[in-house]
């Protein structure tokens, strides 16, 4: 279900103004209150997304949620120049791998995100850039923990079974923790945490 991002580009495309004090307010020839950047401002406001990716632009990989389609792109860009520096040859070196991230809210609080969207009856999150990245290395560890512990999963074959122990994992490739489309499963919230892999023969 993405919902989330559905419920923001229909609050853009609808609405009815921006937020004045975003932008630098004047008087026009006729002695009306104008404001001509709140509407460019809160549009960037309004591309926020809570996906949290991995750049590679420095020396050493950062974590961040991205603010506008050209920050998006411009990592995605940067892990194809990474990924042509590795030279993988896509026959059978590089896997995704995708890990079911489940959050317990307790009732009380899961009340207070209560929303109604269409007539439909479903959840909204505000969560600031801090607290989304608790998230993302509440994550990172838990994977970590899973493949120490020697996590036991049926119906892998053992180079399978190697990866989920991280053994012959080489570079990563990419990472995200993907919140824009989070579902609910039974009691818990459920995130994407998809990593890819550049696997060591």
């Known amino acids: 279900m993405n919902l989330m991002p559905d419920m923001q580009q ?3 495309d609808t609405r009815h103004g921006s937020p004045s004090r975003l932008g630098t307010e004047y008087m ?7 404001n001509d950047e709140c509407h ?7 591309d926020i997304l809570n996906n949290v990716y991995m750049d590679l632009r420095g020396k050493k990989p950062v974590f961040k949620r991205t603010k506008t389609a050209m ?8 892990i194809r120049r990474y990924a042509k520096k590795l ?14 991230c489940y959050f317990d809210i307790p009732q009380e609080n899961l009340e207070k995100c209560r929303y109604t969207y269409q ?3 479903t959840y909204a999150f505000l969560m600031s850039d801090k607290y989304i990245m608790a998230l993302y290395t509440h994550c990172l560890v838990a994977r970590k923990e899973a493949a120490m512990q020697g996590m036991q999963v049926e119906g892998l074959k053992e180079k ?18 993907l919140l824009d489309n989070i ?11 998809v990593t890819v892999y550049h696997y060591k023969r």
């Open 10 to 12: 229909q609050f853009k």
């Open 87 to 100: 030279k993988p040859q896509y026959n059978g070196d590089v896997y995704l791998e995708t890990v079911r």
């Open 183 to 193: 579902r609910f499963e039974k009691m818990f919230v459920c995130a994407e945490y």
């Open 160 to 177: 399978e079974y190697g990866m989920v122990k991280l053994k012959n994992v080489g570079d990563v490739l990419f990472q995200a923790l």
């Open 71 to 78: 920050e998006r792109n411009n990592i995605f860009a940067t």
């Open 40 to 46: 460019v401002e809160w549009d960037k406001i309004l």
């Open 119 to 121: 007539g439909n009856e």
């Open 28 to 34: 026009d020839e006729h002695g009306i209150s104008c």
